[in-house]
């Protein structure tokens, strides 16, 4: 790994199973600058702009990614509450111990896989072993995006466990035998991510 940032001391419980991790995702988007600003639209476009295709999300939360991909993703995600708020929302989400039960647990069903804002919640290894877990449900030829804050957005959150700049996400695309065919700062160069906290690392490799 890179030189990261200590473990945060940021804001919010630190265990994303909790119930109040869910109530901080959905309080956080009420803020009224948020609502009142499209501060999602560049977000909404960078995701759009890759043609993902029937995309599986890794780690969901309330949905704010599958609603810009609305209708052609599915979400998980390990905090039973979050997924109740995307599920309110129209939007397509289980457990994985649903997703397991389901009929797109079949080999090679979707073209991406998306672990957005997850990796940095775990270690390494974890992370290399949530992702092998997936793998067999993306077609030969599919995405794997993984999209990690940079050093402001990591320091921002107690529960993020590990950081991952753009070096580290490739790393760990190769540790999966995955190859990297992007890596980049989104929205602005890699030196805002140590002032502006939704600066992130975006890497996109192919199974």
Known sequence: MSDSPPVPAGEGP???TDSAYAERLASLQQVWWKRLLPVQAPYRWN????????????GCGIGRNLEH?????VGLDHNVEAVEFARAR?????TPEEFAQSSYAAPDRFDCLLLAHVVEHMTRDEAI???ASYLPYLRTGGKVVLIAPQERGFASDASHVEFFDLADLAELAGALQ???????????PRAAGRAFVYNECVVVAEK
């Open 69 to 73: 991909l609305k209708g052609n993703a």
């Open 178 to 188: 995955l190859s990297v065919r992007r890596a980049y700062s989104f929205p602005f």
């Open 90 to 94: 129209g939007l397509e989400a289980m």
């Open 129 to 131: 072993e949530l992702v």
């Open 47 to 58: 995701l759009r702009r890759l043609h993902l295709g029937f995309t599986l999300e890794i």
């Open 14 to 16: 630190r265990d994303t």
